[in-house]
């Protein structure tokens, strides 16, 4: 402003200095005309001898006055022209005093313009996502509509197949409209979504899952608003249509049968999560909420170990920060595990769970089991001591660091009598969050319940289910006369659950019909390669399965002589060694599974006593 003054005063002054010096000129021009003038009159008598006119005199005079009333108008305009310029410069001059002003007063009107605009395309994609709703609601039209689930009040969730895991409330950096939901399958099979439905609190997110929609063991299923942008480089399971509020809002998870698998309230505000830094809402593993540690979440991971608040120390202040704590965090899944077997059984029963991190860093375990008392009367006596010396678990491995799966399998349950019987695995990590971890185990033992007594003249005396080591298909099945005579099968039946194979001793091809007392009787499948260098006596088609077959042999009167019942599993056997299985005692019962043992020879004992043959 100062500059500006001076440069004013600087005008005004030449201004006024010209002005001064232009007047100055022209009163010494007038002086030296009338200097000129008096000189004339003076001249010597001799010299104007001859005078000039009058009226000479006169025009001069005023040829003079009218250049000099010429000169001074074109003074006059100038110092209009003059005028008008300082006016043009005082008017700018007031321009460039204002300017910051209009300038701010311009980013301000921008930014208000770009908060319009933003607000304006935010509005365009919800009427544009109530648009799609409508189209796909009209293309629907004519079917029948689905009934949706509601919540019942004071209904509680299940939250053991799917849960809710981790939620993007409040969209992503880009946009605001890039949310997404997250599903985790808890339980230890996988989970057909089928009929499932995901509803928020008002219906604007209705989600019907189909038959496609399956999530595996541990897995996790994306789900993202509008497009498959919502989560870069992470392609979505599910595309939905709909917002979700950042407060006052709820999400609901129902199966197939509208049961509340799961649900997050947020009547007030989300119970995590923040929407300045879009850090994610994710679950923990006791199934508490918390703000995740990464910017953008954790979508088709295992979640963070947290958003943690921390203060540097040292001199200087300014310190200070938010950093996530490396942590190890120890997660068991499922947390039980049930095992039914029939007394005096000794096949093993097999189940699995898994060992997880879901913090950060190394996590290494240890198992071990600790068995209690069985129950008395169906009731089980957590207080009586563990029956000393009595094992029927096995885990593999006992150790290791997570991620890991372990095996556990029964061992030894044919020495328990009928009852059920408790253990629980206890998986132990040092340095830990949420250790120790249990898996509480139980093993039914079921009695043995004896059919009603068979003739059994005739019996199966040894199976080949699992084929050979040429061929799977190789199968063969032996019996064995229990009598001491000759009996003829001609019209016999052995029988399967499954129909096959459905063999009748009457249709060819049939080498003989006869089983020698104290005999034995071989039966192949297709071809006679099924035992090797063993003469066969029935060829018969069709095959075993491999996770079991029910076999029943009736004489020609339809009357059942003996049966074995392995539907739920072969009582023996292996498939690996093509092991076959062989019956122990064949007067006692085929239905019994501690009657049959796996072979001691390789590919079995065909037309020879068994290996496991006990009187």
């Known amino acids: 402003m100062k500059k500006i003054a001076i440069l004013i005063i600087i005008v005004l002054f030449l201004i006024t200095g010209g002005f ?10 007038l002086n030296f005309f009338r200097a000129q003038v008096s000189s004339s009159l003076e001249r010597p008598q001799e010299e104007i001898n001859e005078p000039e006119p009058e009226e000479e005199i006169n025009n001069k005079l005023k040829t003079n006055l009218a250049e000099a009333l010429e000169r001074v108008n074109n003074l006059s305009e100038e110092l209009d022209d003059l005028s008008e310029r300082i006016d043009v410069l005082s008017q700018r001059i007031a321009e460039i005093e204002a300017k910051p002003q209009a300038v701010s007063e311009e980013i301000s009107e921008t930014e208000k313009l770009k908060e319009i605009i933003e607000e304006k395309e935010d509005k365009e994609k919800i009427e544009q996502e109530k648009l799609e709703q409508e189209e796909l609601e009209q293309e629907e039209a004519g079917q029948e509509s689905p009934i949706l689930c509601e919540k019942i009040p004071e209904s509680n969730p299940n939250s053991n197949k799917v849960i809710i895991n981790e939620v993007s409330w409040m969209g992503a950096t880009n946009s605001a409209n890039d949310e997404w939901i997250e599903l985790k399958n808890i339980s230890n099979e996988e989970i057909n979504l089928a009929d499932w439905q995901l509803l928020d609190k008002d219906n604007q997110i209705k989600i019907i899952f189909t038959d496609r929609d399956r999530v595996s063991v541990n897995g996790f299923y994306l789900l993202e608003r509008t497009d498959d942008d919502s989560v870069p480089n992470v392609s979505a399971d599910f595309i939905y249509i709909g917002a979700l509020g950042n407060t006052n809002e709820a999400l609901y998870l129902f199966d197939e049968n509208c049961q509340l698998q799961d649900e997050v309230k947020a009547f007030s505000d989300w119970p995590a999560g923040d929407n300045g830094s879009k850090r994610t809402m994710e ?3 006791n199934l508490e909420w918390q703000t995740s540690s990464d910017s953008g979440g954790t979508p088709k991971r295992e979640n963070s170990a947290g958003y943690f608040e921390y203060y540097s120390g040292g001199g200087g202040g300014g310190g200070g920060g938010f950093s996530p704590s490396p942590q190890p965090i120890l997660e068991v899944s499922p947390k039980n595990l049930e095992f039914t077997v029939i007394e005096f059984s000794t096949p093993p029963q097999e189940g699995v769970f898994s060992i997880t991190n879901i913090g950060s860093g190394d996590l290494e375990w240890t198992g071990n089991i600790e068995y209690l008392s069985p129950s008395i009367d169906g009731i089980i006596n957590y207080t009586s001591p563990p029956i000393e010396g009595l094992k029927w678990l096995e885990l593999n491995p006992d150790f290791g660091i997570a991620p890991s799966e372990i095996s556990v399998s029964t061992k030894n349950t044919s020495n328990l009598i009928a009852g059920v019987y408790l253990a629980k695995i206890i998986i132990n990590a040092e340095k830990t969050e949420e250790s120790p971890q249990e898996v509480e185990v139980s093993l039914s033992v079921e009695e043995f319940v004896p059919e009603e007594e068979l003739p059994q003249t005739v019996v199966i005396n040894e199976i080949a289910w699992m084929g050979n080591e040429t061929s799977s298909a190789d199968e063969w099945i032996e019996l064995y006369n229990n009598s001491g005579q000759d009996i003829n099968l001609f019209g016999w039946q052995l029988k399967s659950s499954d129909g096959g194979p459905d063999i009748v001793f009457d249709l060819p091809p049939i080498a003989s019909a006869t089983i020698s007392a104290d005999g034995f009787y071989l039966l192949e499948r ?6 090797p260098n ?8 069709g095959a075993l399965e491999n996770d079991g077959e029910e076999l029943n042999l009736y004489d020609s009167f ?10 739920s599993g072969w009582f023996a056997g292996d498939n690996n060694t093509k092991q076959t299985m062989e019956r122990k005692n064949p007067e006692n019962s085929g239905n019994n599974p501690a009657n049959w043992g796996t072979s001691q020879e390789s590919e079995g004992t065909p037309r020879a006593q068994n290996s496991v043959f006990l009187l």
């Open 534 to 541: 063993v003469s066969v006596d029935f060829i018969y088609s």
């Open 526 to 531: 297709t071809d006679d390669n099924s035992a």
């Open 283 to 285: 679950r923990k593993s």
């Open 558 to 567: 339809d009357n059942l002589i003996d049966k074995v019942d392995c539907s």
């Open 20 to 29: 001064f010096w232009w007047q100055n000129k022209n009163h010494l021009k």
